[in-house]
């Protein structure tokens, strides 16, 4: 796959923002999601190349600005947003079952934390329910939906719509 062919897959002008293209990935998997199409195959071979596109265009983005750094006026809402690694709190202290994921904490009302093994596709998110934590193991989840993730201005409903259902998933 090449950048022309990726960009046509997924209707954008290459190269182009982060955001950009993000938004187009939204859309065309709004629109050819197997989830929306009951079983369509053409669908699910679509949503496939979609995700296949995105992934290869996020992996090899030109720059299309000038770093953030060296950006004359930058406002704090164009930063990447960084995620720090919080004190655990006594009730939250159980980790992952995978010992070399890296625990990210969220602000979210319902998920405490998220956890990726790149190698695996394994995502973990630790929920909490009253005083109680839930983690949950979701597989074959791409990089690109976990980086979504992580954007997402609302973790739970991020979860809930392309997540919870759309992944096989147990309880640890």
């Known amino acids: 796959m090449d950048h022309e062919q990726a960009a046509r897959i997924l209707s954008v002008h290459f190269p182009c923002s982060a955001s950009a ?4 990935y939204y859309q065309a998997m709004l629109r050819h ?8 195959r053409d669908n699910h071979e679509i949503a496939v190349s979609i995700n296949l596109a995105y992934d290869f265009l996020t992996k090899t983005r030109l720059p299309v600005s000038p770093p953030i750094s ?7 809402s164009s930063e990447r947003k960084s995620y720090k690694p919080h004190p655990p709190r006594p009730e ?10 890296v625990e990210i904490y969220v602000e979210s009302s319902h998920i405490l934390s998220l956890g990726y093994n790149g190698k695996k596709h394994i995502l973990y998110i630790k929920f909490r329910r ?13 990089d690109s939906v976990f980086r979504a993730m ?9 979860a809930n719509r392309y997540i919870h259902k759309v992944y096989k998933y147990e309880r640890c």
């Open 130 to 142: 009253d005083r109680k934590v839930e983690i949950y193991r979701y597989f074959s989840v791409p």
């Open 33 to 40: 999601h197997p989830d929306r199409s009951e079983g369509d």
């Open 92 to 101: 939250y202290d159980r980790g992952f079952p995978d010992p070399k994921v």
């Open 150 to 158: 992580l954007d997402a201005p609302s973790k739970g409903k991020f």
């Open 21 to 24: 293209l993000k938004s187009a």
């Open 70 to 76: 060296s950006r004359k006026h930058s406002s704090p």
